[in-house]
């Protein structure tokens, strides 16, 4: 079992930055990877960002490369998004999620088990 609790969501203007935190809990919390997605009005939950938890590896969608980055404090079992450039289009709820499986389909939502409740990021243009 795992919880998540993401934090760190707001209001800002495009071209500023937010970071977003999760934190991973739980009595037998084993993460193979963690991953961010987003679900905008009336559209699908989308994802964003993945990152394998033994040694870091990250993938991201292309909608993000090169402004996005997610990384995890091992220690702390929290993974990060660091969002830089945003955009109007960013806007959207922010999900966290974590599969304990070994797997290659990081981008896909029926991947991951676990998922957080979701925090709200609004960028005005």
Same mark, same amino acid.
């Given at each position: !079992? =795992?919880?998540?609790? %993401? $934090?760190?969501?707001?209001?800002?203007?495009?071209?500023?930055?937010?970071?977003? $935190?999760?934190?991973? $809990?739980?009595?037998?919390? $084993?993460? *193979?990877?963690? /991953?961010?997605?987003? !679900?905008?009005?009336? @559209? %699908?939950?989308?994802?964003?960002?993945?990152?394998?938890?033994? +040694? /870091?590896?990250?993938?991201?969608?292309?909608?993000? @490369? /090169? &402004?996005?980055?997610?990384? &995890? +404090?091992? =220690?702390?079992?929290?993974? *990060?998004? !660091?969002?830089?450039?945003? @955009?109007? %289009? +960013?806007?959207?709820?922010?999900?966290?999620?974590?599969?304990?499986?070994?797997?290659?389909?990081? %981008?896909?939502?029926?991947?991951? +088990? *676990?998922?957080?409740? /979701?925090? !709200?990021?609004?960028?005005?243009?």
């Amino acid at each position: !079992q =795992a919880q998540l609790v %993401e $934090s760190g969501g707001g209001l800002v203007q495009a071209g500023d930055s937010l970071r977003l $935190s999760c934190a991973a $809990s739980g009595r037998y919390f $084993s993460a *193979y990877a963690m /991953g961010w997605f987003r !679900q905008a009005p009336g @559209k %699908e939950r989308d994802f964003v960002a993945a990152i394998r938890w033994s +040694d /870091g590896t990250t993938y991201y969608a292309d909608s993000v @490369k /090169g &402004r996005f980055t997610i990384s &995890r +404090d091992y =220690a702390k079992n929290t993974v *990060y998004l !660091q969002m830089n450039s945003l @955009k109007p %289009e +960013d806007t959207a709820i922010y999900f966290c999620a974590l599969t304990p499986v070994v797997t290659k389909r990081l %981008e896909a939502r029926s991947t991951y +088990d *676990y998922w957080g409740q /979701g925090t !709200q990021v609004t960028v005005s243009s």
